[in-house]
């Protein structure tokens, strides 16, 4: 079975910092990751996603992932954070040959002017 | 170019009533979806479509049923409304098998009484 933990609840930073949203998971094979991002009262957006290859992915409004497998660990990274980036993050998961994701419980980033 | 699109936005239940919750995306994708999205939780798999004409069970198929209507559109139905299904519910679709990224809808917010 694939899963993912994210291993903090809340995470605040002050803008202009950088900031880190830590994830970690388990499945069979190779994996294919995805960071989602939800504000208030919306659904999720994509972000970013690792399939192959490079193991620093870079995605939407600034935001990078890396790649570790043998930490089985995918961080999300930006390297100056805006108040605009408070939301919910979410982690997800899939196998080779799988339809299905598997998220996070997610992570609350709240960034203070 | 309305992406994925869910009714009602919101939907007060009492207990043993049923109802249905209509998603329709209009981007040809193949797969779609029904997750649920409660605090701490995350998102969890409810059914999936990966295909016009199947349905396959999720995480936690118990109290719903599904109906891929079309390659448009993927109901969601309440037969008997409990307490515990008091949740958001989001839809989303995905062109090809799963290495793209999932589109979600704006979800619906239920509530059982």
């Known amino acids: 079975a694939q899963s993912v933990a994210q291993p903090e609840d809340q995470v605040n930073v002050a803008e202009g910092n950088p900031l880190t949203v830590k994830c970690t998971y388990s499945v069979s094979g190779n994996p294919y990751l995805f960071w989602y991002v939800q504000y208030p009262n919306r659904g999720l957006q994509f972000l970013l996603k690792?399939?192959?290859?490079?193991?620093l992915v870079k995605g939407s409004y600034g935001f990078e992932a890396e790649f570790n497998k043998s930490q089985t660990s995918f961080h999300l990274k930006k390297p100056s954070a805006l108040v605009s980036d408070s939301a919910l993050y979410f982690c997800?998961?899939?196998?080779?040959?799988?339809?299905?994701?598997?998220f996070g419980a997610g992570t609350t980033v709240t960034v203070r002017a | 170019n309305a992406g994925v699109t869910q009714t009602p936005k919101f939907q007060v239940l009492k207990t043993g009533q049923s109802m249905t919750l209509q998603c329709a995306q209009d981007m040809n994708h193949n797969s779609m979806y029904w997750y649920r999205q409660d605090p701490g939780m995350g998102l969890r798999l409810i059914y999936y479509?990966?295909?016009?004409?199947?349905?396959d069970k999720g995480e936690v198929p118990n109290g719903y049923n599904v109906s891929r209507l079309n390659k448009r559109e993927f109901s969601l139905r309440l037969e008997s409304a409990a307490p515990s299904q008091t949740s958001v519910y989001f839809c989303?679709?995905?062109?090809?098998?799963?290495?793209?990224?999932?589109?979600f809808g704006p979800g619906t917010r239920l509530t059982v009484t």
């Open positions: 997800a998961v899939r196998g080779h040959n799988d339809y299905k994701l598997s």
């Open positions: 479509s990966a295909s016009e004409g199947t349905t």
């Open positions: 989303a679709s995905i062109y090809g098998q799963g290495l793209n990224e999932q589109y």
């Open positions: 690792y399939i192959t290859g490079d193991n």
